[in-house]
């Protein structure tokens, strides 16, 4: 996979609704989402959805296309199957800075728990769960957190 990728907005910062390719709402949280996140264009994951992608560094709208270079992983396994997130720098400068990873670390692993606790009340077996997410060396932190 390229550096550089072309990604669709599908959660914008701050929203509490997931919504699919077609508008109906898949998901809702109770928490504001604290970063956009959406999917590689042209791809396919292994649950047979576009890669997910967590956009940082902007707070594009839902819907729209844009470019982002990708500065980390992280390791995720939906319901049993290996979904993981990957970490794109939307803005300018070098990439996120240790708080934005430390966000991205405590989010997920409070995602993977909620999403863990809802499989669980419905029956399934199968793991939900992450790990420390992984970030490319090119992206060092910024000197001051943003």
Do not use: N
């Not at 959406?38 to 576009?50: F, K, P, R």
């Not at 997920?108 to 909620?114: K, R, S």
Request: hydrophobic share 40%; charged share 25%; net charge positive.
């Amino acid at each position: 996979m390229s550096e550089r990728q072309r990604l669709r907005v599908e959660v914008p910062r701050g929203a509490f609704v997931k919504r699919d390719e077609h508008g109906v709402a898949e998901l809702w949280s109770p928490l504001p989402c604290p970063f956009a996140y959406g999917s590689v264009i042209g791809t396919q994951a292994e649950d047979g959805d576009a890669l997910d992608a967590v956009l940082l560094g902007g707070a594009p709208p839902a819907g729209a296309e844009v470019e982002g270079r990708l500065v980390g992983r992280v390791p995720f396994v939906d319901d049993g199957v290996q979904d993981d997130k990957l970490v794109f720098w939307i803005g300018a400068g070098p990439g996120p800075g240790r708080r934005q990873r430390a966000l991205v670390a405590a989010f997920f692993f409070a995602y993977a728990l909620a999403k863990g606790a809802r499989a669980a009340l419905r029956g399934s077996r199968a793991s939900t769960r992450t790990a420390r997410p992984r970030w490319r060396a090119e992206a060092p932190p910024l000197p001051v957190d943003r």
